[in-house]
């Protein structure tokens, strides 16, 4: 079992700054990658930055140049520091892992920003 936990969201003025963190623990083998999603009211989730093993990243372009995605030494451990925030990066924030296990999600961290 994986467990994922988020936190960092919050409620943040346009043009403010959040950090989302991440932290894996449980029976990890083999990471192959960790990253962030998001899910707006009434929409789908969508992949917002992700990272893999070899410390490759993709980024949705609607977030290139305002959000940075990073991970600790451990590799355990995913960042999401998101600047210039608009109201339309508003959503759910969902953490999520590929490992030899499959796939794992975090339950989700509320970040709402307001105009």
């Known amino acids: 079992q994986v467990q994922l936990v988020e936190s960092g969201g919050g409620l943040v003025q346009a043009g403010g700054s959040l950090r989302l963190s991440c932290a894996a623990s449980?029976?990890?083998?083999?990471?192959?990658?960790m990253g962030w999603y998001r899910q707006a009211p009434g929409e789908q989730r969508e992949l917002v930055a992700r990272?893999?093993?070899?410390?490759?990243?993709t980024y949705a372009n609607s977030v290139k140049g305002r959000f940075t995605i990073s991970r600790d030494n451990a590799k355990t451990t995913v960042f999401l520091q998101m600047n210039s925030l608009k109201p339309e990066d508003t959503g759910v924030y969902y953490c999520?892992?590929?490992?030899?296990?499959?796939?794992?999600w975090g339950q989700g961290t509320q970040v709402t920003v307001s105009s």
């Open positions: 449980g029976s990890i083998f083999s990471i192959s990658s």
């Open positions: 999520a892992m590929t490992h030899l296990g499959g796939n794992s």
């Open positions: 990272i893999y093993s070899g410390a490759s990243i």
